[in-house]
T-cell receptor, first 111, second 117 residues
Framework: TQLLEQSPQFLSIQEGENLTVYCNSS?????LQWYRQEPGEGPVLLVT?????EVKKLKRLTFQFGDARKDSSLHITAAQPGDTGLYLC???????????FGTGTRLKVLA | GAVVSQHPSWVICKSGTSVKIECRSL??????MFWYRQFPKQSLMLMAT?????????EQGVEKDKFLINHASLTLSTLTVTSAHPEDSSFYIC?????????????FGSGTRLTVV
């Protein structure tokens, strides 16, 4: 069974601080995605990374896929209250387009 | 952008009854849709892969006779929770991948909150 562990589970920070969320597994994934989910809604796709070592930027968010395609990180610079939400990584099972979700990181950014 | 509509957004049903949840891609076609469930404060758990015109593929531990999936067209998949019990209460979410895009096109519905009383 493929497991994706995210750390930390919870994070509460002040506006303007930086943070990093980690997504780790012992399995190799053909691609990895990051999502943000608001309460009572479905997740919204932020990024897809495919190549080992790949780095993608989305405004203040930086995503990195590990060289071995087993792990990933999400770095947020100068966090804002609007960044508050549940962040989920999801790894693709061997090119099947089927994604297994990580355990989640609940972020709260205080004004 | 791609939109996936789920209906209903919430439903309350009596124990022992069945509930049908619809997942519809509004402006694109999808041969494959996925069904997830999410318990409070937890992550999403993949239940099954819904394939247009063929039987769904269920994840280990998911009862296919209890969670019936039908994907009769390229824009509609339905999940029916049969003989629902309180432990089936959860947030059910579907996702779809447009035929014309790669992995970046994954779109989730807004979810259905099921409460069984």
């Amino acid at each position: 069974t493929q497991l994706l562990e995210q750390s930390p589970q919870f994070l509460s920070i002040q506006e303007g601080e930086n943070l990093t969320v980690y997504c780790n597994s012992s399995s190799v994934f053909s691609s990895l995605q990051w999502y943000r989910q608001e309460p009572g809604e479905g997740p919204v796709l932020l990024v897809t990374v495919v190549t080992g070592g790949e780095v993608k930027k989305l405004k203040r968010l930086t995503f990195q896929f590990g060289d071995a395609r087993k792990d990933s990180s999400l770095h947020i610079t100068a966090a804002q209250p609007g960044d508050t939400g549940l962040y989920l990584c999801a790894g693709e099972n061997s090119g099947t387009y089927k994604y297994i979700f990580g355990t989640g990181t609940r972020l709260k950014v205080l004004a | 952008g791609a939109v996936v509509s789920q209906h209903p957004s919430w439903v309350i049903c009596k124990s022992g009854t069945s509930v049908k949840i619809e997942c519809r891609s509004l402006d694109f076609q999808a041969t494959t849709m996925f069904w997830y469930r999410q318990f409070p404060k937890q992550s999403l758990m993949l239940m099954a892969t819904s394939n247009e015109g063929s039987k769904a593929t269920y994840e280990q531990g998911v009862e296919k006779d209890k969670f019936l999936i039908n994907h009769a067209s390229l824009t509609l998949s339905t999940l029916t929770v049969t003989s629902a019990h309180p432990e089936d209460s959860s947030f059910y979410i579907c996702s779809a991948l447009p035929l014309s895009t790669g992995r970046d096109g994954y779109t989730f519905g807004s979810g259905t909150r099921l409460t069984v009383v």
